[in-house]
Nanobody
Framework: QVQLVESGGDLVQPGGSLRLSCAAS????????MGWYRQVPGKQRDLVAS???????NYADSVKGRFTISRDNAKKTVYLQMNSLKPEDTAVYFC?????????WGQGTQVTVSS
């Protein structure tokens, strides 16, 4: 069973930055395209960024130009650099494979943007 462990969430003021990390417990991490998702209570989980196994990236319109997804296959880790954060970015952030899930959903990491 693949485990995904997200970290790096915090309370940050509008305009601030955070870097999220997600570590995967699988040797086949490098062949999977990965995504960062976010969810607010009562709403569905949405994809915000994805990165292919070759490093190509895509972003939701709401985060384009502010968020950057990257990966380190040697560390089996995917990152999400979030800049110019807005209150509407407040959510629990998860990582997983995209479009094919790599494993069960982790607990996520809470990002709260508030003054």
């Amino acid at each position: 069973q693949v485990q995904l462990v997200e970290s790096g969430g915090d309370l940050v003021q509008p305009g601030g930055s955070l870097r999220l990390s997600c570590a995967a417990s699988t040797r086949i991490f490098s062949i999977y395209a990965m995504g960062w998702y976010r969810q607010v209570p009562g709403k569905q989980r949405d994809l915000v960024a994805s990165i292919s196994n070759g490093g190509s990236t895509n972003y939701a319109d709401s985060v384009k130009g502010r968020f950057t997804i990257s990966r380190d296959n040697a560390k089996k880790t995917v990152y999400l650099q979030m800049n110019s954060l807005k209150p509407e970015d407040t959510a629990v952030y998860f990582c997983n494979g995209y479009p094919a899930l790599l494993g069960s959903w982790g607990q996520g990491t809470q990002v709260t943007v508030s003054s």
